[in-house]
């Protein structure tokens, strides 16, 4: 009967033992977590003026619609950081202002997005060591 009770004992202690250890794991990820995020936050705030500058040059030499072309791209001072639910990948959400012209010889001047701001969204990705931007613009996101 005895060895039955120790082997039951035993078995608390191990199971114990595992959950204390898993939440110790647990914690120092959170807080490798936190500080991988801190740091991506400190780099974007360096690089901003670098990242927005690459990303008026994707814009520019994006192809957008035919006979249309950016004139003038403000950013807000804000920044919003989110990570992407499929890759992990953490991101930084800048709001925009663009302003559209006519462009080429076609002329658009009736075209009802010409001259108008629009309010987007300008979306930078962190690799885990750098920013960088591919020029994507979210439209529509309130």
């Not at 005895?2 to 959950?19: E, K, N, P, Q």
């Not at 360096?46 to 791209?73: H, I, N, V, Y």
């Amino acid at each position: 009967m005895w060895a039955f009770w120790a082997v039951c004992g035993a078995a608390a202690v191990i199971a114990l033992a595992s959950a204390a250890l898993g939440g110790a794991i647990a914690a120092r990820k959170r807080r490798q977590s936190r500080a991988a995020l801190a740091l991506a936050r400190e780099i974007f705030h360096w690089r901003r003026e670098w990242l927005e500058a690459d990303f008026l040059t994707m814009l520019s030499e994006s192809k957008s619609l035919q006979g249309l072309s950016w004139s003038d791209c403000e950013f807000d001072d804000d920044v919003a950081f989110a990570r992407d639910r499929g890759t992990g990948r953490l991101c930084g959400l800048v709001a925009i202002t663009l302003k559209m012209e006519s462009s080429g010889a076609r002329r658009m001047a009736d075209v009802e997005t010409v001259g108008v701001l629009r309010a987007g969204t300008a979306v930078f990705y962190f690799d885990g060591q750098r920013w960088f931007c591919d020029g994507r613009t979210i439209f529509n996101l309130n």
